[in-house]
């Protein structure tokens, strides 16, 4: 058995798909279904249940991934801390994030802090940054919404408030303060089911026993900016977003829970290294910073 038969078991058990996993293997296929082969062959048992094409986990699969993916975490950690304490590798760090708000320019400015650090960037949906998280694959996430499961640490970084967003000409633009109460029957511009940001808009009507009265559906912020401007709906949108919102009128609800949290997310069993201390640091600081500026 060897250590890369176990690399491309892994790739091929998470995507189950034996194309795409050579192909991000970059080898051939032939070969990568060479190696699988063999290492079944070695362990005496098939890993995956094969119809056509199709490939998907058995249950010696599964059990085989949960044993391969400690192994393959653990064998990491110690490169890392061995070159930690060698002081022989530039700092690498693998980092996902589920939103780009306020992430570009953070990202800017530490690596002109911090040109040493090699930073490689994911742009993942929510969902994918759990398993990303705990099968050790990142080093950090930038998220919204928080992760809150054991095993997972985090730290908040900010809270950013939730705006009505309308047109300049609407019949609530001169308010102050808007009520929910007002726009219980409004027509709401929202983005496709799945995304972050319709994800955010269900969950805070649903939790206050609301349903919004949505008629039309979009696939960026950009287009649903752009249908508000038109005056077929109202949206919501989130402090990040206020510098682009104009002309639009961006009116603060009254509910103290009308915010957003992002945070930074790390597996807590993860070996450290001293540049993912120094990013963790930086992070925070830089945030912690922003909110008393």
Known sequence: MELLQLHYFQKVARLQHMTKAAQELHIAQPALSQSIARLEENLGVPLFHRQGRQIRLNSYGQAFLAKVDIALHA??????????MNGTERGQLHIATTTLARFSEMIRAFMEDHPEINLRISQVSAEEAIPLIEAGEIDFCYTTPPIDKSGIGSVPLLREEIYIAVPPHHRLADLPLINLSEIADEPFIGMKEGTRLRGMMDQFFSSRGMKPNIVCEVDEPAALRSFVGAGLGIALLSACKKEEASPLVL??????????TIQLAWLEKRYLSQAAHSFREYVTHYFAKDAKS
Do not use: A, F, K, V
């Open 75 to 84: 064998l990491e950690e110690g490169r890392r801390e061995i070159h930690d």
């Open 251 to 260: 009116l603060p609800i009254n509910d103290p829970n009308c915010r957003r």
